[in-house]
């Protein structure tokens, strides 16, 4: 099929859309799936090869599984992980509403099930994605994802139509953000970032940063912004209160700990910063957002 008879004959089928929420020891064995994933990283960190490249995800990364691509995933670290995922056809086909999830090599799949894999319209062409996405700004994306699989679990009149219409505006979104072509950062943005999520558990200055990686600190704020949006300070803010709500969700332990845990001077710094960010002090958070049963068990 050519490339424009692509475009125009495009009729998403939703297979699945749920946010999945994994515990510290979860992983994929590597596997070959016969439609597409595309699965978002909302909270932890994960480690994710697809054939021979390996890549360390981090809160909004993007990642797209196309058929027959070999990947693994595995959870790193000791918090539980968020990943909203979606699988799909991009076409829809007679077997659509039939087809499963893969978890096998094809070297251990059956004639019949060799005959499922669906053709990759998205390594080359106007469809054309990497298998890892870092957007700069990824809230837009997650917004729309949320969206569809809002959609598609309350399964209301018309969903499957529905769900068509925002999985293509979603993969629209994600094809445009990536043709822009945003600059990626240099390796010195890059380096600082990466940095910043490994002092998710301790203060940090922009002093510190300035004398670390040897840049002014003007130049950092500038450039730092003009990539992610906000200031080195406001990301790392982030990251540490990502982590406070991953800890007040899913573990037991006590707001002194977690506020001890982070690097907090104290629990009372560790609760403003946590209700200027959130809106709400810890202990309603937890209250509010604490697991319910069914995620408990799962």
Known sequence: MQEHDVIARLSPYVRIAMTHIAPSNWSVSPRQIWDYELLYLQEGHLLVTVEDETYEGIPGDIFLFKP???????????????????????????????????????????????????????SEGPLALPSHIRLRQPKRFESMLLELIEEFQMRLP????????????????????????????????????????????????????????????????????????????????????????QLLRYTNLTIQHISDHLGFGSIHAFSRAFKVAEGLPPIAFRTKSGPSSEEMNS
């Not at 070297?107 to 998205?122: C, G, I, V, Y």
């Not at 018309?158 to 072509?181: F, M, N, P």
């Not at 390796?187 to 970032?193: E, G, S, V």
């Not at 670390?212 to 209160?241: D, E, G």
Request: glycine share 2%; with cysteine.
């Open 68 to 122: 027959r691509q070999r990947h693994s995933i595995q959870v790193l670290g000791d918090a539980a992980i968020s990943q909203p995922h979606v699988h799909f056809d991009l076409i829809e086909m007679p077997d659509s509403p039939d087809l499963s999830v893969s978890f096998q090599m094809s070297s251990h799949m059956s004639k019949e099930k060799l005959a499922w894999f669906r053709p990759d319209w998205m």
């Open 158 to 245: 018309l969903y499957e139509t529905s769900c068509k219409g925002l999985l293509l505006s979603l993969l629209t979104y994600l094809i445009r953000q990536h043709d822009l072509g945003v600059k990626r950062p240099g390796t010195d943005m890059q380096a600082i970032r990466r940095h910043l999520h490994s002092k998710w558990d301790s203060e940090i200055t922009l002093e510190e940063l300035s004398e670390r990686f040897n840049i002014s600190k003007y130049y950092m704020l500038r450039t730092f912004k003009k990539h992610y949006l906000m200031t080195p300070i406001q990301y790392h803010r982030q990251i540490r209160m990502d982590q406070a709500k």
